[in-house]
């Protein structure tokens, strides 16, 4: 299974990005696949969850009105629009799925990562 993260950068705060994950090795017929976040000196978290089967949604409560996370099964990608960001979104970006499972998962439990995608938040 390969996860490839892509999309971050540099962005003002209020702005906009769109990152997108490319999955190829697993198929989504049921399983999920998740963003999370790593800030410089703070342990990575979870940012939002998508159930493959259903499409069911899970997110953090800080981002809930501000991202949303969306999948092109035929691409076998998932994205995660960033609207009206903030410094403290300022992070590394990492995309994981697994295989079998639901969501909510945390960290510990999902199977494959990529290696991520920094954005940056500042003026």
């Known amino acids: 299974v390969q996860v490839v993260e892509s999309g971050g950068g540099l962005v003002q705060p209020g702005g906009s990005l769109k990152l997108s994950c490319a999955v190829s090795?697993?198929?989504?017929?049921?399983?999920?696949i998740g963003w999370f976040r790593q800030a410089p000196g703070k342990e990575r978290e979870g940012v939002i969850c998508i159930n493959t089967t259903d499409a069911s949604r899970y997110y953090l409560d800080s981002v809930k009105d501000r991202f949303t996370i969306s999948r092109d099964n035929a691409k076998n990608t998932v994205y995660l629009q960033m609207n009206d960001l903030k410094p403290e979104d300022t992070a590394v970006y990492y995309c994981a799925v697994v295989p079998g499972l639901k969501c909510p998962i945390n960290q510990y439990g999902m199977s494959y990562w990529g290696e991520g995608t920094l954005v940056n938040v500042s003026s």
């Open positions: 090795g697993f198929t989504m017929d049921y399983g999920a």
